[in-house]
């Protein structure tokens, strides 16, 4: 696996290999960031379901200037402090291991851009997910979600969300969704 654009193109990373962890492909991650925009100004990113931390490590490529990332699994987490070393970054990264209840309830109010979201496919509870990032106020204005899921899972309208995207890449589908406040 490797960095498709920016400051570390070209840059292979490592992948956890892990069963309860699905890595997205680069060209998936690609698509990702054609949808929501190929490079960024200093925008703050997590990786929510973080995996070996490949969308954070694309963000920070392409200019985002803080990530965090998060997994509740141990092993994977070491892999992504693995792949921010190897990468030398030298912006701030934060590792968080939690369950991303908990986790976003660490992230100071309105202090994010933008959120990836690749929870585990049996994690169906998308509308949910979304809510809680919603009620935890971490989310600015005009912020974006991406969120990879499978393909037969029914996308869901979130108060106080707008759905920009919504494509099918084999068996996932990745909606965007933007933040548009507080009715």
Not at 61 to 81: E, H, P
Not at 161 to 166: A, D, T, V
């Amino acid at each position: 696996m490797r960095i498709n654009a920016g400051i570390y193109k070209r840059h292979n990373i490592y992948m956890t290999n892990l069963e309860t962890t699905r890595e997205t492909s680069d060209k998936v991650r690609q698509a990702i960031f054609n949808l929501i925009g190929q490079y960024f100004e200093g925008e703050v990113v997590l990786d929510l379901f973080a995996g070996s931390g490949a969308m954070a490590l694309e963000a920070i490529s392409r200019g985002a200037s803080k990530a965090y990332f998060n997994d509740i699994n141990k092993k994977a987490l070491a892999v992504c402090k693995k792949n921010i070393n190897l990468l030398k970054i030298d912006k701030p990264c934060i590792l968080l291991n939690y369950d991303y209840k908990d986790a976003i309830k660490r992230i100071d109010k309105e202090s994010l851009d933008i959120i990836f979201l690749d929870p585990p496919y049996r994690m169906n509870n998308t509308k949910e997910i979304v809510e809680d990032i919603d009620k935890a106020n971490i989310l600015k204005n005009n912020g974006i979600i991406s969120f990879e899921m499978a393909k037969e899972t029914e996308t869901s309208e979130v108060e106080n969300f707008e759905i920009l995207k919504e494509k099918v890449y084999g068996i996932k589908k990745v909606v965007i969704y933007k933040k548009v406040g507080q009715n």
